[in-house]
């Protein structure tokens, strides 16, 4: 096919896209934005061993940056898309420089939240943990003996942590809500992190919110915090969750709505603009989710690929995650969301588990920790579409392997 796509995004979805349409032998014009000023890379190794020094940057990137131009993917780095132009089908950039589209793909991804400037949130040693200027401040602040504050007890939060601790730092977390992984996770794997963190030496600190971050000389020296204790800190880490970069989207009058809104064949609104990975919000049995992964981005953004290139198939979620955290692998297959009853199992090894998730008794998702064979035996359950007995699932004795016969 001919006429030029303009991708703006550099990130896992960005680069995917450009590669499947590559491997498709799709050679049509393809210009990349990105706002950072390094070659697209991977996200998921800045938090974890890029951070502890276990790996340099160059193993994190997609493809030597040779590839790009071996490939005729033109990029442009280190540039902010300002407008999108729908009549004239261009986006402006910062510069004022523009390029032209026949097709655009937004691969814009999220950016984490933010404290407000008046509890402190401007204050020097607050952080949050996306990009690689993130980490590469981080890693000069990130020494032993130092009192890190997080903020959040969700997944990034909880893997900050490990790292944290791996690190040797005294660290804290708060979370808010009644639990960790409240938002994400049952009380069961819950309750199983908790554990692994406690025996680390993190101090968790539930139902427990910042009231504000203290500082002197414009950097963070404590956290006043909604039980009434103040704790010192020298450095913060803030994991509060992420916002969709829907504003693009927003300003040219696309459909949004928590996410740049698609269809199943990752078409927004206008058909000659295309969404996906962490800014777009797609339908998932029948409710409009957003599938914060690597895999859902790179799946997703493959799906867009073919479509563009002459394909029909729609693109059908088939969700996976993973955390690692200290010597804990938690693995999730399938989205929990509307989850009504959960079944615990345990593993063959020390300390490993597996929660399985139902909905009005279907099964929908399952995690497990350190369990790599309940993991895989339950995704291909959800692929194959296979309802589990739960009497089996239960008794930790049966081989999963009979429910996939």
Known sequence: MTGRLVIVGAGQAGFALAAKLRALKDMRPITMIGAEDVIPYQRPPLSKKYLVGESSFDRLTFRPETWYAENQVELRLASYVEEIDRQNRSVRMQDGTVAEYDT??????????TLPATIGGDLQGVFTVRA?????????????GRRLLIIGGGYIGLEAAAVARHLGLDVTLIEMADRILQRVASSETADAMRAVHQQHGVTIREKTGLQRLVGEDGKVTAAELSDGTTIPVDLVIVGIGVASNDRLAQDCGLDVGNGIIVDEFARTSDPAIFAMGDCASLLWKGK???????????DQAEAAAAVMAGGSAPYEPKPWFWSDQYDVKLQIAGFNYGYDETLVRPGAREGSLSVWYFAQGRF????AINDAKAYVSGKKMLESGIEPDKAVLADPSQDLKQLLA
């Open 104 to 113: 655009l793909a937004l691969a814009m991804g999220a950016t984490p939240r």
């Open 132 to 144: 690689k200027r993130d980490a590469d401040l981080l890693v000069d602040e990130m020494k032993p």
């Open 288 to 298: 409009r989710v957003r599938l914060e992964s690597v895999q859902n981005a790179v």
């Open 364 to 367: 929908i998702a399952v995690d």
